[in-house]
């Protein structure tokens, strides 16, 4: 069974600084790698996946990268806004089939 | 962009009680919607998958009797908690995609936040 894990679970950073997002997953053999904002009380909304095949992936001040082989994933934020504060989950679906989740990095961000 | 919205987006409701949530596709036509629950801090865990015109598949563990889904359209689709417990408080969230993979690119409701007493 595939286990996610995000550390840390909760951050608060200046804004301005640079984020990084840490997510480790036990099953190499992942589908894609897929990283999610939820806002409280809302559902999610897609920043960025990364294909197996793929190493990074890019949109805007957001940059993921992917080791399948050390089973990491990292999500890069530059210069933090206060916009940027919410809940940042990853999902690394071991087969064709199911997203699992991790629990999530509540990030806070102080203007 | 692809919407997708959830009615009611809470509800409060005694035990004993059952409750329907509706998730609907508003601008395009869903092949396949998911439901999940996520608990405070935790993870959100699917609980079934369902198909226009075609029976759920409920993940293992989750009870179909108590959580019965019905994708009546390519645009509808509703959870009902039959018989509503106070474990059973959660927050209910729904997604559509317009492959049969939960992989494929999914559109995710606002959610539904369910409180029984």
């Known amino acids: 069974k595939q286990e996610v894990t995000q550390i840390p679970a909760a951050l608060s950073v200046p804004e301005g600084e640079n984020l990084v997002l840490n997510c480790s997953f036990t099953d190499s053999a992942i589908y894609n790698l897929q990283w999610f904002r939820q806002d409280p009380g809302k559902g999610l909304t897609s920043l960025l996946l990364?294909?197996?095949?793929?190493r990074e992936q890019t949109s805007g001040r957001l940059n993921a990268s992917l080791d399948k082989s050390s089973g990491r994933s990292t999500l890069y934020i530059a210069a933090s806004q206060p916009g940027d504060s919410a809940t940042y989950l990853c999902?690394?679906?071991?087969?064709?089939?199911?997203?699992?989740f991790g629990a999530g990095t509540t990030v806070t961000v102080r203007a | 962009g692809a919407v997708v919205s959830q009615h009611p987006s809470w509800v409060i409701c005694k035990s004993g009680t059952s409750v329907k949530i509706e998730c609907r596709s508003l601008?395009?036509?869903?092949?396949?919607m998911f439901w999940y629950r996520q608990f405070p801090k935790q993870s959100l865990m699917l609980m079934a998958t369902s198909n226009e015109g075609s029976k759920a598949t409920y993940e293992q563990g989750v009870e179909k009797d108590k959580f019965l889904i019905n994708h009546a359209s390519l645009t509808l689709s509703t959870l009902t908690v039959t018989s509503a417990h106070p474990e059973d408080s959660s927050f209910y969230i729904c997604s559509a995609g317009q492959g049969t993979r939960s992989t494929d690119t999914q559109y995710f409701g606002p959610g539904t936040r369910l409180t029984v007493l």
């Open positions: 990364i294909q197996s095949s793929q």
């Open positions: 601008d395009f036509q869903a092949t396949t």
């Open positions: 999902a690394a679906p071991p087969n064709d089939y199911k997203l699992s």
